[in-house]
């Protein structure tokens, strides 16, 4: 595998991880993790069972999308994590997954509210969901057009400190400075879906948590004097 042996390990490493996390069944997922010192991202190949996926079956595509390396056809999402990455600098892994209570949200249009501190543990403002795709950019260039609904729904926000979004009418999709941490999101990101559906059922009229809580948990393990951790 040569030059590309670090980032197709750890694309590999991380793709295995999505079933055993629960966050897709058969292969409704992918992971890719980028070198932005060679240019490429290591990405799933489209269809392999997560069982018989090896390091070498990572496909390394470049940030046109054009494959660099690799005898299998990469996801059919490539493009959109190209079009993140070409965006969003600093970030070095991305995560689709259709997992289940993510993509409830993504399929009801709405985004997930701050309900609790968990929540805030991990971003002080709701997860963003897109606008629905118009016909026209479904017509074109679909998975490149989905990187675009996400670039639109985040003007005027950060990718470094919202490391995650709802795709309306599709599912989730998480980043990271590594394709580990991504999938860490994407992982955050389910149970912070599961939780907000749940208060949504106890209770249809609960609003979100107030400012001075979601400051007070997302500063103390993100801001300048966070204290949370070792």
């Keep these: 595998m040569g030059r590309y042996t670090e980032i197709r390990r750890e694309a590999f490493e991380a793709n295995i991880q999505i079933p055993a996390l629960g966050l897709a069944i058969y292969t409704f997922g ?5 070198d932005p010192d060679l240019g490429v991202f290591a990405i799933k190949p489209s269809g392999v069972p997560y069982a018989d996926l090896k390091p070498e079956h990572m496909v390394v595509v470049d940030l046109d999308n054009a494959v660099a390396d690799g005898d299998l056809r990469p996801s059919s999402d490539t493009n959109t994590h190209s079009v993140l990455y070409r965006a969003f600098a ?6 689709h997954t259709h997992s289940t209570y993510a993509t409830a949200w993504a399929q009801a249009c709405m985004p997930i509210p701050v309900f609790g501190t968990t929540h805030a543990d991990h971003l002080a403002r709701e ?27 985040f003007k005027g926000l950060s990718p470094a400190e919202v490391e995650m979004v709802l795709v309306a009418c599709h599912g989730p999709f998480t980043w990271g400075v590594s394709a580990e941490k991504a999938l860490y999101n994407s992982a955050v990101l389910e149970e912070i879906a599961r939780m907000a559906l749940l ?14 809580l979601i400051d007070k948990h997302y500063q103390r393990k993100h801001g300048k004097n966070a204290y949370y951790g070792q």
């Design 30 to 34: 992918n992971v890719s993790a980028y």
């Design 90 to 95: 600093g970030i070095r892994g991305i995560t």
């Design 127 to 153: 997860v963003p969901c897109t606008e629905v795709m118009s016909d026209a950019m479904i017509r074109g260039d679909y998975e490149t057009e989905t990187g675009n609904q996400i670039l639109a729904a």
């Design 199 to 212: 208060t949504r059922q106890v209770n249809p009229d609960a609003g979100s948590l107030k400012p001075s």
